[in-house]
């Protein structure tokens, strides 16, 4: 199969982290810039990375990319590129766009002159002056950054974040997306303890099971390009097979989320139940102070209330500050947390060992990382008396 270029965008802040997914995917020839990674593959890429990627927000095919510093330039310039190669003749193709620090600021207009550029493409392929466009949906972006512009065709439909067990919103709902970048950030491993103590409905502990069960977060959805003729329907099957066959259902984990908000756990019973995972976590209506693990070494993984809206800050800084003291006590452990807070450290009585800048949604937060110790190394005789005594 021919390389083809791909872009998977992401949330500022987890570029990398989206890099090292496809990485691990095999897809190692990648550019990492703000907000996607753009990797070259094949095909099979397309139903690969939209089943498997849990940090990207979509798989996006590059037709092509070129300078534009007027509206006849931006029409030859995609009327050049090879539209007919990828979309049929009975297709439905809408095109939308952005346009920043570029002179083609009118994106109403640009998104008019790549339709009409992208028809004229496919004229001379169909020999037909009119596309009703009653078939599979090819939506078409055209990116104007810095007066270069970017021509894409989105491959996964629906946000990638939308995994399919999700059916009930909860209120401030956390991206799934968000959720498994955090907990691929702290590097939380499925054979260590985690417990999310303010869980709400139950995004961060879903997103660890299905990633300690190794299940690909997309498998039980569809996508755009699932429709796509260019695409065989051998090469989507293969993929499925492939994410079906890696499962690791028979894992036993432990995994904890907790809410003072009965509401909430209601909904994360559900969501998980959805997602296939609920005899994997242990979900309970607990104050995030009642918290207790016979543990020494674990993970607190959470996103706590921000204090976004008016007469809430005064409770949410006591919150933080209840947390540092609670937190304290699980001095051997590694706990994370998300929060648009500028003085959370100095509330939870306690420096980060390292920062990061993440998005929630259009909330610009920081996700503080304190370290614990690593558990000891268990001995190659303690390994094998062990073994013996199972």
Wanted: proline content about 5%.
């Amino acid at each position: 199969m021919a390389k083809i270029q791909l872009i998977a965008t992401s949330a500022f802040g987890i570029e990398a982290v989206v890099g090292r997914e496809l990485k691990k995917l095999g897809y190692e020839d990648q550019f990492v810039e703000n907000g996607k990674v753009t990797f070259a593959a094949d095909e099979s890429a397309i139903c690969r990375s939209n089943l498997w990627l849990r940090t990207a927000d979509r798989v996006l095919l590059k037709i092509g990319e070129f300078k534009a510093l007027s509206f006849e330039e931006l029409f030859e310039g995609t009327k050049a590129l090879p539209w007919d190669e990828w979309i049929p003749e009975d297709a439905e193709f809408p095109v939308e766009g952005k346009s920043v620090d570029s002179k083609l600021s009118s994106v109403p207009d640009c998104q008019a002159i790549v339709k009409k550029a992208v028809v004229e493409k496919m004229k001379l392929r169909y020999k037909r002056q009119w596309f009703e466009e009653t078939g599979p949906r090819y939506r078409i972006e055209v990116s104007l950054l810095k007066d270069m512009a970017t021509l894409t065709i989105d491959t996964s439909g629906p946000g990638l974040h939308k995994r399919g067990y999700r059916k009930l919103v909860g209120q401030a709902p956390l991206k799934e997306t968000l959720a498994s970048a955090m907990l691929l950030v702290s590097r939380w491993n499925w054979d260590r303890i985690l417990i999310d103590p303010f869980c709400g409905t139950g995004t961060i502990p879903i997103e660890a099971a299905l990633m300690a069960l190794n299940i690909a977060p997309g498998l039980n959805r569809e996508f755009a390009s699932e429709s796509w003729t260019r695409i065989p329907k051998s090469l989507w099957i293969k993929a499925r097979e492939e994410a079906g066959d890696l499962a690791q259902h028979s894992r036993e984990l432990r995994i904890q989320g907790s809410d003072i908000n009965e509401e909430a756990m209601s909904l994360a019973r559900y969501h998980a139940k959805q997602a296939g995972v609920e005899s994997k976590i242990h979900l309970q209506k607990m104050s995030f102070e009642d918290i207790r693990s016979k543990y020494k070494y674990g993970f607190i993984i959470c996103n706590p209330p921000y204090g976004e809206r008016l007469g809430e800050m005064r409770e949410v800084e006591k919150l933080y500050n209840q947390m540092g003291k609670v937190f304290s006590g699980f001095d051997t452990w590694s706990y994370y947390v998300i929060s648009a807070h500028p003085n959370f450290e100095k509330l939870f009585g306690r420096r980060a060992d390292k920062k990061r800048k993440l998005y929630n949604g259009r909330i610009l937060c920081n996700y503080y990382q304190f370290f614990g110790p690593p558990p000891p190394k268990i001995s190659l005789e303690s390994a094998k008396s062990q073994v013996e005594f199972v």
